[in-house]
């Protein structure tokens, strides 16, 4: 009896008028296909880009793949993840009677990205410079979906601890609150000296472009103030392990809850003490009283592993 084949991958990009941005997604999708020959891997744009998503399902149809997980190749879940991409597979399934698929989750702060964006900083941070002294914009797409944006406020969180910065703001290129230029003056407000741009986007595009010219602007009318802007994530190897890591997940079937960032699973600085600790049903002080204990963060796994 011979095993069938493993599910193809299927990344699903937001899609940029920019053509440097668009090719660099593509180019990162033919990377992928370089690290897994044995995989068929397509990748296409929900809009926007060349080749739309429908495209890669078809061209991964025409190599005889029947099942698949598709990667949504996205920071945040905002709109794109959660309903755009989902209803491109079900059409795409009506169309390709016989093929199945699974749905991966989007990217996330994992601590891979949180390590390249940490390069990142350090690429254009004066050597001279105490980290306490460097206050961090770290700049979001943008959504009307506010769990979207929470998950950004959530990055800057995790980028902030234990790695020293004096703090890390967070501000939106569209559709949000605050814009570039108000997220800055809350960092000149706060006291910041000197302070860094952090775009959170995988590659360029206009919206980076964008976060830098008003960045520009905003340095060039506060001279006092010690503005550098930082590159975006690009194709780096911590990008392509976890589009793998999450292809992995669909396919196995194990999205779990978020326990990418759990400081009992992976050594975040400054807590690298707590991997593995066993857990403890505790109380908390500020609780009603009931007597009921419970596991950290509710987790339904061991974290000594």
């Given at each position: 009896?011979?095993?069938?084949?493993?599910?193809?991958?299927?990344i699903?990009?937001?899609?940029?008028?920019?053509?440097?941005?668009?090719?660099?997604?593509?180019?990162?999708?033919?990377?992928?296909?370089r690290?897994?020959?044995?995989?068929?891997?397509?990748?296409?744009?929900?809009?926007?880009?060349?080749?739309?998503?429908?495209?890669?399902?078809?061209?991964?149809?025409?190599?005889?793949?029947?099942?698949?997980a598709?990667?949504?190749?996205?920071?945040?879940?905002?709109?794109?993840?959660?309903?755009?991409?989902?209803?491109?597979?079900?059409?795409?399934k009506?169309?390709?009677?016989?093929?199945?698929?699974?749905?991966?989750?989007?990217?996330?702060?994992?601590?891979?990205?949180?390590?390249?964006?940490?390069?990142?900083?350090?690429?254009?941070?004066?050597?001279?410079?105490?980290?306490?002294?460097?206050?961090?914009?770290?700049?979001?797409?943008?959504?009307?979906?506010?769990d979207?944006?929470?998950?950004v406020?959530?990055?800057?969180?995790?980028?902030?601890?234990?790695?020293?910065?004096?703090?890390?703001?967070?501000?939106?290129?569209?559709?949000?609150?605050?814009?570039?230029?108000?997220?800055?003056?809350?960092?000149?407000?706060?006291?910041?000296?000197?302070?860094?741009?952090?775009?959170?986007?995988?590659?360029?595009?206009?919206?980076?472009?964008?976060?830098?010219?008003q960045?520009?602007?905003?340095?060039?009318?506060?001279?006092?103030?010690?503005?550098?802007?930082?590159?975006?994530?690009?194709?780096?190897?911590?990008?392509?392990?976890?589009?793998?890591?999450?292809?992995?997940?669909?396919?196995?079937?194990?999205?779990?809850?978020?326990?990418?960032?759990?400081?009992?699973?992976?050594?975040?600085?400054?807590?690298?003490?707590?991997?593995?600790?066993?857990?403890?049903?505790?109380?908390?002080?500020?609780?009603?009283?009931?007597?009921?204990?419970?596991?950290?963060?509710?987790?339904?796994?061991?974290?000594?592993?």
């Open positions: 009896m011979t095993t069938p084949p493993p599910p193809a991958l299927l699903a990009g937001h899609g940029t008028r920019d053509d440097a941005g668009a090719e660099a997604f593509r180019d990162f999708v033919r990377q992928l296909g690290r897994r020959p044995e995989l068929p891997v397509a990748g296409g744009f929900i809009e926007l880009s060349p080749p739309p998503l429908g495209e890669a399902v078809a061209e991964l149809v025409e190599r005889g793949v029947r099942r698949f598709a990667v949504p190749l996205m920071l945040v879940s905002a709109g794109h993840a959660k309903g755009d991409i989902p209803a491109a597979l079900a059409r795409e009506e169309r390709h009677p016989g093929i199945s698929y699974a749905y991966g989750r989007p990217l996330g702060p994992h601590p891979a990205l949180l390590s390249v964006l940490e390069r990142r900083l350090d690429e254009v941070v004066d050597p001279s410079w105490d980290r306490s002294e460097v206050t961090v914009l770290l700049v979001g797409r943008g959504s009307t979906d506010p979207a944006n929470a998950e406020h959530k990055a800057a969180r995790l980028l902030w601890e234990g790695r020293g910065y004096a703090s890390v703001e967070t501000a939106f290129v569209s559709l949000a609150a605050p814009d570039v230029p108000s997220g800055l003056d809350r960092c000149a407000k706060l006291g910041a000296r000197r302070i860094v741009v952090l775009p959170y986007f995988l590659f360029t595009g206009v919206l980076p472009d964008r976060v830098r010219r960045t520009a602007d905003w340095a060039a009318a506060h001279p006092e103030v010690d503005v550098r802007s930082a590159d975006v994530i690009g194709p780096e190897p911590e990008l392509l392990d976890l589009v793998m890591e999450r292809y992995e997940e669909a396919v196995k079937g194990d999205l779990r809850m978020n326990c990418d960032s759990c400081v009992y699973r992976i050594a975040l600085p400054g807590f690298e003490d707590k991997v593995g600790l066993p857990q403890q049903p505790h109380f908390h002080p500020d609780d009603d009283g009931h007597g009921h204990g419970h596991h950290h963060g509710g987790h339904a796994h061991s974290h000594a592993h």
